[in-house]
């Protein structure tokens, strides 16, 4: 059983391009989490998402950022106009229907330049 | 608001003695804790979870962390340490009941440095 998977490893971008970071939660796992790790800090929560439902959106940015996770296919994390400060590491996590632990995948290295 | 505390920035023992990362939370209601750890370059790997029942948890690795509800600790230990325990250390936490998410609440994290 593969466990979540990201990509890309590693991305640059320079300064307002789009950033577009995928994730593909373990087989079974319906629920997905993002979360940002800031140079020197813990993770910080972003998004929860079921299939085609944001169930919590309450540490995204009010500008920019967006999230999906659609019928089929990976969930999309999405940042519009990158600036030098989203540079960053992106988890993703994914957790079954009623298992209270979340399993992470190995991030997204962003850059921006 | 909930929060998570990890008072120490990095924790050093020689490899062969016991171990133990503190942790501290705030959460309203009945909490569920959870330890991970996160090696360089790589996603963070869970290791133990306190949902409820007896106090005492196990986890991977030979780690095991003790709820203390009176004084809201979660500290993570190993009766005995090795090199390869060498690593970032996250205490998490999130609530329970009508409208929680479910999302997950982090200590700054702690960095384990193991001696030979």
């Known amino acids: 059983n593969a466990g979540v998977m990201q990509n890309p490893r590693h991305l640059v971008r320079r300064r307002g391009q789009e950033a577009r970071l995928r994730c593909s939660p373990m087989?079974?796992?319906?629920?997905v989490y993002w979360y940002r790790q800031l140079p020197e800090e813990g993770l910080k929560f972003m998004v929860y998402?079921?299939?085609?439902?944001?169930?919590?959106e309450s540490g995204m940015p009010k500008e920019r950022f967006s999230a999906e996770f659609p019928k089929e296919g990976p969930s999309i994390l999405r940042i519009q106009q990158v600036v030098r400060g989203d540079s960053a590491a992106y988890f993703c996590?994914?957790?079954?229907?009623?298992?209270?632990?979340?399993?992470f995948g190995p991030g997204t290295r962003l850059t921006v330049t | 608001a909930q929060s998570v505390a990890q008072p120490e920035d990095q924790v050093n023992v020689a490899e062969g003695n016991p171990l133990t990362v503190k942790c501290t939370y705030s959460?309203?209601?009945?909490?569920?804790l959870f330890w991970y750890v996160q090696y360089p370059n790589r996603g963070l790997q869970f290791l133990l979870k306190?949902?409820?029942?007896?106090?005492l948890v196990k986890g991977s690795y030979g780690f095991e962390a003790e709820f203390n509800k009176s004084q809201t600790s979660f500290h993570l230990k190993k009766p005995s340490a090795l090199v390869s325990d060498s690593a970032l250390y996250f205490c998490?936490?999130?609530?329970?009941?009508?409208?929680?998410?479910?999302?997950?609440?982090f200590g700054q994290g702690t960095t384990l440095q193991v001696k030979p």
């Open positions: 996590a994914s957790s079954a229907q009623g298992v209270n632990e979340q399993y």
């Open positions: 087989k079974g796992h319906s629920h």
């Open positions: 998402l079921q299939k085609e439902n944001i169930i919590d």
């Open positions: 959460v309203s209601g009945n909490p569920y």
């Open positions: 306190y949902i409820t029942g007896d106090n």
């Open positions: 998490a936490v999130r609530s329970h009941g009508s409208g929680n998410t479910g999302k997950l609440i």
